[in-house]
């Protein structure tokens, strides 16, 4: 497992869900959610500086059947648009396939009514992506997903 924080991004139309990590990789928590819109990589790149990310982990809407939609170009595009405000930080795209309904059961699970559940589900499905991402990194020794920006190994 590399050592050092990762970013974990859910991007949705209407908010962007950011969840980070401790620099072993080990457990990801929720961090803030983002308004969606024109300043939203602006304020990701943000983050990532502030917690001196070797990687953001952006969660892949990709369809059931593995195909990619028009919900995984705009994500995509988000990472096209994030990738020259990060510098050398790699981003990775990793599949999220049920991660909002993951991170919903786990909020109801925990007493978060509906109200409270819409306000943060964008980071518990961050949370989500991230932490699968990681997992997956330590059970197969190599990082999941697809490298859209910087280097493949996520290391200087």
Do not use: Y
């Amino acid at each position: 497992m590399r050592r050092g924080r990762r970013l974990g991004v859910d991007v949705g139309d209407v908010r962007i869900g950011v969840a980070v990590c401790d620099p072993d990789g080990l457990i990801a928590t929720p961090f803030e959610t983002v308004s969606a819109g024109p300043d939203a990589a602006a304020r990701i790149a943000q983050i990532a500086s502030e917690i001196e990310a070797i990687e953001v982990v952006v969660g892949w809407p990709v369809g059931l059947s593995g195909r990619e939609g028009p919900a995984a170009a705009k994500v995509r595009a988000f990472c096209d648009v994030l990738g020259p405000l990060i510098g050398d930080v790699s981003i990775r795209l990793v599949d999220e396939r049920m991660s909002t309904m993951t991170a919903d059961g786990l909020l109801r699970e925990g007493g978060k009514s509906g109200v409270k559940r819409r306000k943060v589900i964008d980071q518990a499905a961050a949370t989500v992506i991230l932490q699968s991402a990681m997992d997956a990194e330590r059970t197969r020794g190599s990082a999941p997903g697809e490298v859209v920006h910087g280097r493949p190994d996520g290391e200087d």
